[in-house]
């Protein structure tokens, strides 16, 4: 009740939830209260969870945060929303993001931009920053999120909240609107490691309905995060705290690796050599499945329809004309291109090479390590407007978190301090494949 109210009072000047159904979201608390009464009740039921607005939910109004899908009601629920309600947690809302997760500071949404409850003239991040927002101003206690190339680390670091995207697999994709779907990984954000630990085991479990869901052994993420860092290696990537890397985003992390320090942890420096790679990698890899995925809108089955068209191919090329914003079609376009003939194997062949360069390199650090720490963006959370017309400078601010979506791996963002404008830092941690408890641990202990 506490967070509805809240939710309802400043989401106007916040705009970090797309849509909020009072009524639903009483009849689900309603549910829980009955099977709290009953007995069938789980240690999660009732909590309420904000929803990014791209995992399709029964009933729900679902809009990838795209006027495509602005009267999208979805017949069924993902994977997530199914195992969320299956715990008894209660839908707050469905939250902002940038259309079909394609941004880093939530301005493309069709829905308007998010602000940071921080400071409102700057970002939220994104493409998450409805979910990171909803947390960091307390309009709810956890929420989901995705992330592809960083929309859960970044956001949660612009907003100083912990958010966590898991080794890719662990979590379905079904029922999560597809971006890129090699990269597209779902996951929580929470104000602490401890929460964000709770909802990710809700989240992830094996589902055959997605072709790459890991069947593996349901873990307990909360099970490690009592447990002392003395002896855990964490290693620094060079490549991470060198140029393009702002004074007091620097400094705001070297006080939280001397703070792991004093927790027993071993700090070594590691190599990632080719980290500079992974921003052209990414933007051709995740745009290539972007435009192939981005397809299905076609007016036809479900989603916009532009009115007024001239033949088929017309109302398929005026609904798309409509439904899409610039950023979207500037993905579709670039993605088509670099899979055309003539095109493929300079572009989009290349690319999945560097791919593998990049996950080997991280491998390579891992044998020296335990953990990689360091930022997750080069800066604070930067104005609203400055980068909305310079695409290429927001994509270089991508350039610690793609790496680990390339790769595969398990990354968080955890709160880190201020930096010199008073805005939040986070520090990204980093663990090899199915490390989720040990990041989730490193992240408890330093909170
Ligand atoms: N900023 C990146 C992009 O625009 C990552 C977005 C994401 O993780 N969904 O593609």
Known sequence: GEFLARAKQYNGELNAYITLDEQ???????????????GTAGPLTGIPVAHKDIFCQEGWLTTCGSKM???FVSPYSAHVIEQCRAAGLVTLGRTNMDEFAMGSSNENSAFGPVKNPWDKNAVPGGSSGGSAVAVAA?????ATGTDT?????QPAAFCGVTGIKPTYGVVSRFGMIAYASSLDQGGPFAKSAEDCALLLNVMAGFDERDATSLQREREDYSRDLERPLAGLRIGLPREYFADGLAGDVAAAIDAAIAEYKKLGAQIVEVSLPNTRLAIPSYYVIAPAEASSNLSRFDGVRYGHRAADFDGLVGMYEQTRAEGFGWEVKRRILTGTYVLSHGY???YYLQAQKIRRIIANDFQAAFRDCDLIAGPVAPTTAWNLGEKSDDPVAMYLADIYTLGVNLAGLPGMSVPAGFGADGRPVGLQLIGNYFDEARLLNAAHRFQ
Do not use: M
């Open 24 to 38: 639903k979201t009483l009849s689900e608390a309603h549910d829980a209260d009955v099977r709290r009464a009953d």
């Open 69 to 71: 899908l602005g009267n």
């Open 138 to 142: 307390r309009l709810a206690p956890i």
């Open 149 to 153: 190339g960083g929309s859960i680390r």
């Open 344 to 346: 493929y194997d300079a």
